[in-house]
């Protein structure tokens, strides 16, 4: 069956290093690799989206990585800052475009 | 632009009540989908729509039904409340190719 799988536990990391969220996948083949933010009692926010033929994508801090060999994501928020405390949760979009499927999300603590 | 909007934010249903939870978006999108988000489960895909008058199944489609007349509005029916359906519910809207928008839930207790 298909699956998505993000570390279920929380990373924790001090301000100013670079976090990296790992988001591995099996049994598909996503058209789009997409990331989300979420924070406690709202709604997830879209952050960056990633193609099947692209390998990396940058948004000012950010760093999307997709490797569709290994069938993993990987995410990096560089220079880290406390407000980047959330979890942080992959989806994968198929080549229908109809479903995006989400994994379980990585809670991200970034202490001062 | 008001994005997605949800109504209501909360609700308490007795078993076995029914109710509609309502979804709007103003951006003209074409796809709209339905989740639900619970403890240690993440988000799962209950329906979705790919345009007005076209809806489909998604991973937990069970006891929730949904129509799509317009393509603003994608109401999800709940038909005979159960406890297993206690849950935040989140509706979205996107094209493809772009990031889905959110709205900001309605957490529902059945009771």
């Known amino acids: 069956s298909q699956k998505i799988e993000q570390n279920s536990e929380a990373l924790n990391i001090q301000e100013g290093k670079t976090a990296t969220l790992t988001c591995n996948y099996t049994?598909?083949?996503?058209?789009?690799l997409q990331w989300y933010r979420q924070d406690p009692g709202r709604g997830p926010v879209f952050l960056l989206l990633?193609?099947?033929?692209?390998k990396e994508k940058r948004k000012e801090r950010l760093k999307v990585t997709f490797d569709t060999t290994l069938k993993q994501s990987l995410f990096h928020i560089t220079a880290s800052q406390p407000a980047d405390s959330a979890t942080y949760l992959c989806?994968?979009?198929?080549?229908?475009?109809?479903?995006?499927?989400f994994g379980g999300g990585t809670r991200l603590m970034v202490k001062p | 632009n008001a994005g997605v909007t949800q109504t209501p934010k909360f609700q308490v249903l007795k078993t076995g009540q029914s109710m509609t939870l309502q979804c709007a978006q103003d951006?003209?999108?074409?796809?709209m989908s339905w989740y639900r988000q619970d403890p240690g489960m993440g988000l799962r895909l209950i329906h979705y729509?790919?345009?007005?008058?076209?809806?489909d199944q998604g991973e937990v489609p069970n006891g929730y039904n949904v129509s799509r007349s317009t393509t603003e509005d994608f109401p999800l029916r709940l038909l005979s409340a159960a406890p297993s359906q206690t849950s935040v519910y989140f509706c979205?809207?996107?094209?493809?190719?772009?990031?889905?928008?959110f709205g900001s839930g309605t957490r529902l207790t059945v009771v």
């Open positions: 979205a809207s996107s094209e493809q190719g772009f990031g889905y928008t």
């Open positions: 049994n598909y083949s996503p058209a789009y």
């Open positions: 990633i193609r099947e033929n692209e």
């Open positions: 989806a994968l979009e198929d080549n229908a475009g109809n479903m995006l499927t």
């Open positions: 951006m003209n999108h074409e796809y």
């Open positions: 729509s790919v345009g007005a008058g076209i809806t």
